[in-house]
């Protein structure tokens, strides 16, 4: 094997973003005994460069909740568009079935049934039911049964066998079987046929099909694209503990900021494609465990790289973690963040693809490369990085340099202690989005700014240690295999 076939070869790809992990911890070390002010200069750098980013974060939230709220306000049925071309829009809403309670599956059958929308005898809610789901078919049978008597909705179950060869245990095996089997079932224009994937946990709003239909139907090339929902989590929010609170609606805010970056915007939990573009990725991915963002990639490479990612201001309504237990409510937290942060393995797929497409020009391949390698070196890394880095000039100083060493960690703490000062902005924001979509006590106010002051902490432990965890598995070839499903409690 050649020095080229290697280095785009998974043996060396998997180790990579925990060799640049480390590297970019020993980076300061380095520059500073080879030169202190060299050394200075990186740390600085550093600093100034993520207390920019948190300030250009809040802007891009502010920016994409005052367009969602603005969206949200206006009547899409009397548009042209909606009156005449969605009339012969098919949408195809696919739910996955594994071990949600029957009344969690209920509530999101009833939410889809509840809308505005004119023309619901176009929709079909295809449940992705998963064999080794225990109770999943019954549920499935269910709610069939009971829906398909009182709604103009189309509901269908199609159940996916357990163990099929050449697949894994993961979501994309499932909601491509759904999909494939109803293809047999009916005839379906390609280009005309929206294909949703939403979660089970998922409450769509009531304008929901009237503003993807439109979007959708608006959308110059509108094949070359996939359309992402704005999920917020509300459903449970009384019941959850104050971490997973944090992490869902951290999870917010981070989609309504990549919103306002068309260029690095990828789709996430909820979103929704044309069957040709679903067709022209060879549909989901039958073994990875991060379906959502890696079809991004699919479809991008499938396009040659003439594809992006269009924000649809449609808000999903979902579930943050809970469980029986505190205990159990951190550990499955975890899972869920380190299944997340898993999407590091669409480096092994990139590199090598922008390498053989000779299609996509150079400066793209090069950018979109560099976003994904930093996004995942930084979710791991960076935030340690960013607490530590403040005391290393006072370790390796002299004693000429010891005003330097000691000005430095001041300079941090100042930075460290402004940008803590600001977290009363997304506090207050994410007081305005959840008033709109759960009830509000008096205590929740003060309860939900004050948890805001944990964002350091739980950013330096439960969001950082899943994403380092899943590079070391990935460098030592332990992979995740297996798709772990967040547990939906029941709503009474």
């Keep these: 094997m050649n020095l080229r076939s290697y280095l785009l070869s998974q043996s060396f790809l998997s180790k990579l973003p925990l060799i640049l992990l480390c590297v ?24 100034s460069y993520w207390t920019v980013k948190v300030f250009e974060s809040y802007y891009y939230i502010l920016t994409s909740y005052i367009t969602l709220l603005r969206t949200n306000k206006q009547d899409y049925s009397d548009y042209p568009v909606i009156l005449h071309e969605a009339k012969h829009l098919k949408h195809i809403v696919i739910v996955p079935i594994y071990t949600e309670p029957y009344d969690v599956i209920a509530e999101n059958i009833e939410s889809i049934i509840a809308n505005d929308y004119p023309y619901k005898e176009n929709i079909v809610v295809l449940l992705a039911t998963e064999e080794r789901g225990p109770g999943a078919r019954e549920n499935a049978d ?15 179950n199609i159940v996916h066998p357990a163990n099929t060869p050449g697949e894994g245990k993961v979501k994309g095996s499932n909601i491509t079987y759904a999909m494939k089997q109803y293809m047999e079932m009916e005839e379906l224009d390609d280009h005309m046929t929206f294909v949703s994937t939403i979660d089970t946990d998922t409450l769509v709003e009531t304008n929901f099909f009237l503003i993807v239909s439109y979007t ?8 070359n694209a996939i359309y992402q929902y704005t999920p917020v989590y509300a459903n449970n929010w009384h019941k959850g503990t104050f971490f997973a609170r944090l992490i869902a609606m951290g999870t917010t805010f981070w989609q309504l900021s990549e919103s306002q970056n068309p260029e690095f915007y990828r789709n996430f939990a909820v979103y929704g494609q044309s069957l040709y573009c679903l067709k022209k990725a060879d549909f989901w ?44 409510t951190v550990r499955s937290q975890y899972k869920q963040l380190r299944r997340w942060s898993w999407g590091c393995t669409d480096i092994e797929y990139v590199i090598p693809q922008f390498m ?16 994904l390698i930093l996004n995942h070196l930084f979710w ?12 290393a000039p006072g370790i ?27 977290i009363i902005f997304p506090s207050i924001i994410s007081i305005f989005i959840m008033k709109k979509y759960t009830k ?13 002051a944990l964002i350091p902490i739980l950013t330096l432990t439960l969001f950082s240690i899943p994403a380092i965890e899943s590079q070391i598995r990935l460098f030592f070839g332990k992979r995740l295999g297996t798709f772990e499903t967040t547990q939906k409690m029941k709503r009474k």
Excluded at 24 to 47: D, E, H, K
Excluded at 397 to 417: G, R
Aim: hydrophobic share 50%; net charge positive; proline share 4%.
């Design 24 to 47: 970019i911890f020993f980076v300061p070390i380095i520059l500073l005994n080879i030169s202190y002010r060299l050394g200075i200069l990186f740390i600085a750098f550093y600093i």
């Design 142 to 156: 269910k709610i069939v049964a009971h829906f398909s008597k009182i709604s103009p909705i189309q509901v269908v």
């Design 216 to 223: 959708f139907l608006s959308t110059e090339h509108n094949q």
């Design 285 to 328: 991915s039958l073994t990875s465990i991060v379906e959502d963002g890696f079809q991004y990639w699919r479809s991008y490479f499938s396009f040659d790289g003439i594809f992006r990612i269009v924000n649809v201001p449609a808000v999903c309504r979902m579930d943050i973690v809970e469980e029986e237990t505190f205990i159990k």
């Design 356 to 371: 053989n497409n000779p299609r996509i020009p150079f400066f793209e391949k090069f950018k979109k490369t560099q976003y």
């Design 380 to 391: 791991a890394g960076g935030a340690f990085m960013l607490f530590f880095i403040g005391y």
């Design 396 to 422: 390796f100083s002299s004693v000429h340099e010891s005003i330097i060493s000691l000005t430095i960690p001041l300079i941090t703490s100042f930075l460290f202690t402004w940008i803590f000062a600001t």
């Design 440 to 452: 509000f006590r008096k205590r929740d106010y003060i309860f939900n700014i004050f948890q805001w």
